[in-house]
C-alpha cells in the first residue's frame, strides 16, 4: 500500500512535554499538508509545504508548533511544551500538484495531553 | 471569515432509501469541492470531487454542485448500515490549495 501514513498513530504525553509526530506522502505528491481534528469539528488547516517550501501557516500554529519537511519527501510536525489544549487528532494529507489535484488523507496521530 | 456549513444531524434514514447531505459555502471563488467519509476514530476518506455546476455520479454516489447558490449536496442510493459514518465537505480556498472543511453531517443508517 502506497498510501499517506503517519507515525505515532497514538501519543499520551503530559504537559509541559515536546512531542514530534511523522508524515510519508504518498511517493509522487508534491504538496503535503497538517490539519488538526478535534471531537465534532472537520479538520482545520496548520500548515502545507510545496517540496521543501513552508508556503502558508495558519494562524492556529502558535509559536510552541514548528514543521519541517527537509527534502521534500516526509515531515515532520513539533509540539513542544505541550497543553491540553493541544488534544486532537493531527492529520495529514498529501497532493499531486496540477490541476483539479485531490488531497488524500493519512491514519492520524491522535494526541492526548494529560 | 471563509466558511463551510453543514448541518450536524444526525440524519438518520433506513436502509435502502436515499440519504441527501447538504453544504454550503461562502467563498465565491471556491473552484473544487469534495465529500470525505469519516468513521468514529478514523481519519477522513474521498468519496467524491466535484468542479462543474451539475450532477456527477459514481456507484450509489451523486455529488451536486449549484455555484451560483453556493450549494453542494451528496446523494446517497440505497443506504446500506455501513453508510453510517459522518460525512464532511470540504471546499477549496479561492488562491490557495488549502481546504476548508465543514464540521460535517453524521449519517445514521437504521438497519
Known amino acids: 500500500d502506497t498510501g499517506v501514513s503517519q507515525d505515532p498513530r497514538h501519543k499520551i504525553t503530559k504537559r509541559g512535554q515536546n512531542v514530534t509526530f511523522r508524515c510519508d506522502p504518498i511517493?509522487?505528491?508534491?504538496?503535503l499538508y497538517w490539519y488538526r481534528q478535534t471531537l465534532g469539528q472537520g479538520p482545520e488547516f496548520l500548515t502545507y509545504?510545496?517540496?521543501?517550501?513552508?508556503?502558508?501557516k495558519s494562524r492556529l500554529l502558535s509559536d510552541r508548533f514548528s514543521a519541517e519537511r527537509p527534502k521534500g519527501s516526509f515531515s515532520t510536525l513539533e509540539i513542544q511544551r505541550t497543553e491540553q489544549g493541544d488534544s486532537a487528532m493531527y492529520l495529514c494529507?498529501?497532493?499531486?500538484?496540477?490541476?483539479?489535484?485531490?488531497?488524500?488523507f493519512g491514519p492520524g496521530t491522535r494526541l492526548l495531553v494529560l | 471569515q471563509k466558511e463551510v456549513e453543514q448541518n450536524s444531524g444526525p440524519l438518520s434514514v433506513p436502509e435502502g432509501a436515499i440519504a441527501s447531505l447538504n453544504c454550503t459555502y461562502s467563498?465565491?471563488?471556491?473552484?473544487?469541492f469534495f465529500w470525505y467519509r469519516q468513521y468514529s476514530g478514523k481519519s477522513p476518506e474521498l468519496i467524491m470531487s466535484?468542479?462543474?455546476?451539475g450532477d456527477k455520479e459514481d456507484g450509489r454516489f451523486t455529488a451536486q454542485l449549484n455555484k451560483a447558490s453556493q450549494y453542494v449536496s451528496l446523494l446517497i442510493r440505497d443506504s446500506q448500515p455501513s453508510d453510517s459514518a459522518t460525512y464532511l465537505c470540504?471546499?477549496?480556498?479561492?488562491?490557495?490549495?488549502?481546504?476548508?472543511f465543514g464540521t460535517g453531517t453524521r449519517l445514521k443508517v437504521l438497519a
Open positions: 470540504a471546499v477549496d480556498t479561492s488562491g490557495t490549495y488549502k481546504y476548508i
Open positions: 466535484i468542479y462543474s455546476n
Open positions: 511517493s509522487e505528491h508534491n504538496r
Open positions: 467563498d465565491r471563488g471556491s473552484q473544487s
Open positions: 509545504f510545496q517540496n521543501e517550501a513552508q508556503l502558508e
Open positions: 494529507a498529501s497532493s499531486l500538484m496540477g490541476a483539479r489535484e485531490t488531497q488524500y
